[in-house]
């Protein structure tokens, strides 16, 4: 069974930064395009990064530019490198497969407040 286990949230200043890993067990991450969602209460999950098995990115609009997809398949971990986080990027933290996600894990929460 294929699980997630996010990690690396917290409480950060307007600016500041913070690294996010997901570390996939059950499975082989290199074999899979991966994404980052997130999820603040009321509103639906939302898309906001992925990468493919070699390495191809992308990004939402509201994070291009300050935030960075990575993965290293022999840790069978991905990364979210977020930088000059904003209050609106408040939110749980989720990642999984793109294409056909299998069950969610506990997600990270990311608090941006001054």
């Known amino acids: 069974q294929v699980q997630f286990v996010e990690s690396g949230g917290g409480l950060v200043q307007p600016g500041g930064s913070l690294r996010l890993s997901c570390v996939m067990s059950g499975s082989s991450l290199s074999l899979y395009t991966m994404a980052w969602h997130r999820r603040t209460p009321g509103k639906e999950r939302e898309l906001v990064a992925s990468?493919?098995?070699?390495?191809?990115?992308g990004y939402a609009d509201y994070v291009q530019g300050r935030f960075t997809v990575s993965r290293d398949n022999a840790k069978n971990t991905m990364y979210l490198q977020m930088n000059n986080l904003q209050p609106e990027d408040t939110a749980v933290y989720y990642c999984?497969?793109?294409?056909?996600?299998?069950?969610w894990g506990q997600g990270t929460q990311v608090t941006v407040s001054s």
């Open positions: 999984n497969i793109l294409s056909v996600p299998r069950s």
């Open positions: 990468i493919g098995s070699f390495g191809t990115t």
